[in-house]
C-alpha cells in the first residue's frame, strides 16, 4: 500500500518563500508520475506542477509558471514543491500525488491519473 505525506505547510507572507515536501512509503515511486494538486475552500481541486517519472518533464499552471518548481529525488522516495513569490491567491490545501503506470516522460494533470494521494498540507499566504 502506497503512502504519501506531505509537509512544509504553513503561514508566509506574500512575496516569500516556502517548500513543500512529499514523502512516500510502501515501494518505490520512481516509475511513478509525480504531481501536486490545491483546493481552495469552496473550489475544485486544480493541478499546480507535475514531473515524468524519468524526471526530464515538466508542466505547470499557468498560474504557478515561472514561481513554483517542482522536484523529485528517487533515491529518497520525495517529492518537493518549491514555491517562491507566493501571492494571497495561493492560499490552500496542497495534496501531492502518484500516478503508475505511465510512459517515461508523461506528466499527467487531471486528478483521475492519479491512483494515490497524501493528505494535504495547508499553505496560508498573508497579504
Known amino acids: 500500500q502506497v503512502q504519501l505525506v506531505e509537509s512544509g505547510g504553513g503561514l508566509v507572507q506574500a512575496g516569500g518563500s516556502l517548500r513543500l515536501s512529499c514523502a512516500a512509503s510502501?515501494?518505490?515511486?520512481?516509475?511513478?508520475?509525480m504531481g501536486w494538486f490545491r483546493q481552495a475552500p469552496g473550489k475544485e481541486r486544480e493541478f499546480v506542477a507535475g514531473i515524468s517519472w524519468s524526471g526530464d518533464n515538466t508542466r505547470y499552471a499557468d498560474s504557478v509558471k515561472g514561481r513554483f518548481t517542482i522536484l523529485r529525488n528517487a533515491a529518497r522516495n520525495m517529492a518537493y514543491l518549491q514555491m517562491n513569490s507566493v501571492k494571497p491567491e495561493d492560499t490552500a490545501k496542497y495534496y501531492c500525488?502518484?500516478?503508475?503506470?505511465?510512459?517515461?516522460?508523461?506528466?499527467?494533470?487531471?486528478?483521475?491519473?492519479?491512483?494515490?494521494w497524501g493528505q494535504g498540507t495547508q499553505v496560508t499566504v498573508s497579504s
Open positions: 500525488a502518484a500516478a503508475p503506470r505511465l510512459p517515461s516522460s508523461v506528466v499527467v494533470v487531471t486528478t483521475t491519473a492519479y491512483d494515490y
Open positions: 510502501g515501494r518505490t515511486l520512481s516509475w511513478d508520475a
